[in-house]
């Protein structure tokens, strides 16, 4: 199985820029789709954007379009996630998460991914 381990969080004035990264081990990230979610306090955990275990198909919710970049470097087995034009509303703990096999038409949903990264807290201040 693989272990993920989250980094790279802080706190950035609105506009700034974060990069997240998600260390993987014990596999290779090849062998999964990799998510990233994030959780408000109060909130459900959400969303964020994916790429696939192929690395063909990447997806990202309709409020990070435009603003968040994830990628992979499957020499270095890590995950990226870049984000822009940070708002006070994407606040939150930041989570990479990993998911056995493919997708095409749709990212899985936040239940079907088994292995979970500890967290990364992003705070952006007004």
């Known amino acids: 199985q693989v272990q993920l381990v989250n980094s790279g969080g802080g706190l950035v004035h609105a506009g700034g820029s974060l990069r997240l990264s998600c260390a993987a081990s014990?596999?290779?990230?090849?062998?999964?789709?990799i998510g990233w979610f994030r959780q408000a306090p109060g909130k459900e955990r959400e969303f964020v954007a994916a790429?696939?275990?192929?690395?063909?198909?990447?997806t990202y919710a309709d409020s990070m379009q435009g603003r968040f970049t994830i990628s992979r470097d499957t020499f270095k087995n890590m995950v990226y996630l870049e984000m822009n034009s940070l708002k006070p509303e994407d606040t939150a703990v930041y989570y990479c998460?990993?998911?056995?096999?493919?997708?095409?038409?749709?990212?899985?949903?936040?239940?079907?991914?088994?292995?979970w990264g500890q967290g990364t807290q992003v705070t952006v201040s007004s």
């Open positions: 998460a990993a998911r056995s096999g493919d997708y095409s038409s749709a990212p899985p949903p936040l239940s079907a991914y088994n292995y």
């Open positions: 014990g596999r290779t990230i090849s062998s999964y789709t």
């Open positions: 790429v696939s275990r192929s690395g063909i198909y990447i």
